[in-house]
């Protein structure tokens, strides 16, 4: 079982920044995904950003690309995603998620991931 906690969302202006953070209770070497997902009212979840945890790989939904960064610290079992030139359509429930064994090339998929947190809301005002 592993359990994820998510924090950091919050309300900012158009253009501000938040860093979001995911603290992972299992030992870092068994997860090899870790993966950032939104979903805003009426909308299916959708992919943002994941991190390969063992090579350190990173790739971003078309959507977010240059304005998002995902990272890690794994001394702390935390990735981040520092989330700069927020826009209003950028409000959204954002859930962390892992994966023990899934294929870095599906990473975008959502039933790649085992576990999720309990998500943070961001919301952009305009």
């Known amino acids: 079982q592993v359990q994820l906690v998510e924090s950091g969302g919050g309300l900012v202006q158009a253009g501000g920044s938040l860093t979001l953070s995911c603290i992972a209770s299992a030992r870092t070497f068994d997860v090899s995904i870790m993966g950032w997902f939104r979903q805003a009212p009426g909308k299916e979840r959708e992919f943002v950003s994941a991190l390969s945890w063992t090579g350190g790989s990173t790739h971003y939904a078309g959507s977010v690309k240059g304005r998002f960064t995902i990272s890690r610290d794994n001394t702390k079992n935390t990735v981040y995603l520092q989330m700069n030139g927020l826009r209003p359509e950028d409000t959204a429930v954002y859930y962390c998620?892992?994966?023990?064994?899934?294929?870095?090339?599906?990473?975008?998929?959502?039933?790649?991931?085992?576990?999720w947190g309990q998500g943070t809301q961001v919301t952009v005002s305009s």
């Open positions: 998620g892992t994966s023990l064994s899934g294929n870095w090339f599906l990473s975008h998929i959502r039933s790649q991931y085992d576990y």
